[in-house]
């Protein structure tokens, strides 16, 4: 994997404090380790690391006095500090983006601080691609901090990165709608997604830092969402069943929902590719019949599948009017990569048999994903995901994605594992 690493300059002025960690976890995160850090809450420990102190601060994401009370404190440490601060996040891959966005609205200087991933979500692509494994090996604060330890000198060791964070706008149109699955008193519901005066919203905002597709892997895992538990090995089991029971249903294609996907500047437009529902002669079309459609900014999809794009089979036209293609992908490069897979199986069976996607386009921002409308007053239904958060988009009309317009130049350091 390429990755575009801090200069020698750059070095210099970003050094880490190797001796401060804070921890921000997220104790309803897909596998529920992070509850772990529970009893430590609030709390400061200084730990003994090959003859030196290492000072670990831990606060709960989900718990608002804990969370502003470790944003007040991180705030007073980089003010007096002139070195960046490690900040660990113990998640799944939205409590990355989550924390982020807490941070930039409590004024804390994203430039100061390295962002580290700590495996406790379900599927945990964001850290599986810098280094740092889908999973933790058990309770970290046994047996006098034994495992914690272990993963202090390996953040000691990591190298810091530049990591392209984007922005999705997703659009309906006048009647459309977003629906998703949220937890309440009941269990799992399905429910729209609100504006802030309580109507249905017909816009979509959020971030992503690892994937976003439309089609039936969204589906697959918008059904996973009501039946989610606690248990990450049986979320697993229940995702699986959710492709299988999918696979017998009517699941609408990428044909039937995208029109095309286009790139679009202040200069010019260009149409990337499209389906054959658009009338664009001079666009290269997507093969087949494809059951969903994927942007990746990682070289990790769907709980740790890796090297997708690299494994991917070409199109000859694509590969005729595409001869910039590279196999070799980066999370910092500003560049993204779209894929296709034409059927279930194609997806599930990728992790022991590659090869199974088609590509499609890797390109840079921004874009624009054009839906089909409906003529006929019928309701479309798509799914669709952003780093594992699914939505049905009911009279979907348009995606913009670009790269992050809050954050500097569209990016956050990350800590890689060496």
């Not at 804390?108 to 090996?137: E, K, M, R, Y």
């Not at 664009?280 to 093969?287: H, I, R």
């Not at 199974?356 to 054009?370: D, E, F, S, V, W």
Request: glycine share 6%; hydrophobic share 35%; with cysteine.
């Amino acid at each position: 994997m390429q990755y575009q690493q801090f200069s020698e300059s750059e070095q210099q002025q970003s050094t880490l404090n190797l001796g401060l960690f804070y921890l921000f976890y997220n104790s309803g995160s897909g596998s529920v380790k992070a509850n772990q850090f529970c009893i430590l809450d609030c709390a400061d420990i200084t730990l003994n690391i090959e003859g030196k102190d290492v000072q670990i601060s831990f606060f709960s994401i989900q718990n608002v006095t804990s969370r502003n009370q470790g944003y007040s404190k991180l705030k007073e440490d980089l003010r007096i500090n002139n070195k960046q601060i490690p900040i660990i996040i113990a998640g799944g891959d939205g409590s990355m983006m989550w924390v982020i966005e807490q941070m930039i609205s409590q004024n804390i200087d994203i430039n100061q601080i390295v962002i580290i991933p700590l495996p406790c979500g379900t599927g945990n692509d964001f850290s599986n691609a810098l280094g740092w494994d889908t999973d933790i090996p058990g309770n970290m604060l046994e047996n006098n901090y034994k495992i914690l330890k272990q993963y202090i000198r390996c953040w000691q060791r990591g190298h810091q990165c530049f990591f392209d964070i984007w922005d999705i706008t997703i659009q309906t149109q006048q009647d459309g709608y977003f629906q998703e699955i949220k937890k309440n008193e009941k269990g799992y519901i399905k429910q729209s997604v609100k504006d802030l005066d309580g109507m249905n919203t017909n816009s979509l905002e959020k971030k992503m830092s690892n994937y976003f597709s439309i089609g039936v892997d969204a589906r697959i895992g918008y059904g996973f969402d009501k039946n989610r538990t606690t248990n990450r090995h049986i979320n697993k089991i229940c995702y699986c069943l959710q492709g299988i029971q999918k696979m017998f249903l009517k699941n609408p294609r990428v044909n039937q929902v995208v029109q095309f996907v286009e790139h679009f500047n202040h200069k010019e437009q260009k149409t990337l590719f499209k389906t054959v529902n658009c009338q664009d002669k001079n666009a290269l079309t997507v093969p087949g019949n494809p059951a969903t459609l994927v942007c990746l900014n990682i070289n990790s999809y769907a709980a740790g599948i890796t090297d997708i794009w690299k494994n991917a089979k070409t199109p000859q036209e694509f590969l005729q009017k595409n001869k910039l293609y590279s196999e070799k992908t980066s999370f910092s490069d500003g560049l993204l990569e779209f894929i296709s897979f034409d059927s279930i199986v194609g997806i599930g069976s990728e992790r022991v048999l590659s090869g199974n996607a088609t590509r499609l386009a890797q390109t840079n921002g921004p874009l624009y994903i054009k839906f089909q409308e409906s003529n006929d007053n019928t309701t479309v239904n798509s799914y669709i995901q952003i780093d594992g958060q699914f939505f049905c988009v009911v009279n979907p009309l348009s995606v913009e994605i670009q790269p992050c317009r809050i954050l500097p130049q569209g990016k956050i350091k990350i800590l890689m594992k060496n």
